[in-house]
């Protein structure tokens, strides 16, 4: 894949970030969510819009719904920002990898736990040598 797909999604998640903090969208069941990145296809036409946000999964639900609602009116502000011959289709996708990311650090505490050794909270590596 070329670098204009990804600076192209770079893009994106900066209009739409930056509509998301200044309010501009009336949807109170978008609530507080985070854009984590942007995938768009070498073709230009679907952007993947990956987010995370607060809440159990009722909210996640609630957002997801909020979001597709929202769908065209992002779209049609990512057009007006964006110099593109046409605009891209928007995905919104919960992005789970944040919560694999956590469990995974759960499990290595865990596990270090278990060995009797204190959880490190750094990544240095030290001559400890069993």
């Not at 596990?111 to 909270?121: T, Y």
């Amino acid at each position: 894949m070329g670098y204009r797909p990804i600076r192209v999604g770079e893009q994106i998640r900066d209009v739409l970030s930056e509509m998301l903090a200044r309010g501009d969208v009336h949807d109170p069941g978008i609530g507080f969510i985070t854009l984590t990145r942007v995938q768009v296809t070498p073709d230009l036409q679907i952007a993947r819009v990956f987010y995370t946000s607060l809440g159990d999964a009722q909210a996640r639900a609630n957002t997801a719904k909020a979001l597709t609602r929202a769908t065209p009116f992002f779209r049609r502000q990512v057009a007006g920002s964006l110099r593109l011959r046409r605009a891209p289709e928007l995905e919104f996708r919960f992005d789970e990898s944040i919560g694999h990311q956590d469990r995974i650090d759960q499990i290595l505490r865990d596990l270090q736990a278990e060995e009797g050794r204190p959880p490190r909270d750094d990544d240095d590596d030290d001559a400890d040598v069993d």
